[in-house]
């Protein structure tokens, strides 16, 4: 990323003010070297994204790559594009222009469903949950390949489906069991409390054993208690193999869990660098204050 005919240095920060278009090449050369020794490919690269609404740029030209086993953070001032971008990467909206790479492919051609069966599961700011479901409804209502799915099946291979459907609610009593919502498990999903349905979220995302999943703004609303909480179940996950994305404007949060920060600022890359170099990053700074 670096020009070498200037006098920059060579450090990540510095690196992202090249051009976008050198970024994405850059990105795009890696993912095409997969099997490369020694070359650890980025488990999602995204670059050159575009995004307009009407007249207004939400995303410029913005690129993010998420190391596979890494807690990467997405930061940025209200209204930065941090959750346009994730739509972007989850194909919730279709870019104007740019591509997303997952495990090494393209997948602007999937459907979100399909990116998610893929391994890649996204949480929503505002917590999405069946209210008038249990909770544990609601798990098992993200299983995914399930025997019962297919008409024919449900006549002829009754035991089948009901010994999946068996397994599916113990691996669920085990995900609301860590997340402390075991006791919960029957109640309306609707008498959970904010931060409550954000693990249910973040739970519930589990049950399709993904490998990448990104969270938008999972402390935000959540209790001090809640919050800690939140970040030990991250952690556990994260050693356990699982990759996550985060956007959140809570900077303990980013600095406890995250090995990587982008930033972006206005739709555009702002820096990225470890959370201690984005604290003291004078860009960053200035575009937090400037809000
Ligand atoms: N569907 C949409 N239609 C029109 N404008 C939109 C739409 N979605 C987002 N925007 C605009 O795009 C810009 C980026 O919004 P976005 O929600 O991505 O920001 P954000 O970084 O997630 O902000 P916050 O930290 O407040 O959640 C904002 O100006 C927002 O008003
Ligand atoms: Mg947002």
Known sequence: MVDESSNAPPDPIAAIGAPQEQNLAEILSEVEAVGSPGLQVP????????????????????SIEVAKGSITGLIGPNGAGKTTL????????RPDKGRVLFDGEPIHQLQPYQIAQQGMIRTFQVARVLSRLSVLENMLLASQHQTGENFWNTWFKQKQIAAEERQQREHAMTILDSIGLVHMAHEY?????????????????????????????????????????????????NREGLTFLIIEHNMDVIMSLCDRVWVLAEGRNLAVGTPTEIQTNAQVLEAYLGQ
């Open 43 to 62: 488990l999602l690269a995204a670059g050159g994204l575009v995004k307009h609404f009407g007249g207004l740029v939400a995303i410029d030209h913005a």
């Open 86 to 93: 994730f739509n972007l990467l989850s194909n919730f909206i």
């Open 189 to 237: 999903a609707g008498a959970l409390s904010g931060g409550q349905r954000k693990l249910l979220e973040m739970g519930r995302a589990l049950m399709s054993h993904p490998q990448l999943i990104l969270l938008d703004e999972p402390a935000a609303g959540v209790n001090p208690t809640l919050i800690n909480q939140i970040c030990d179940r991250i952690l556990t996950w």
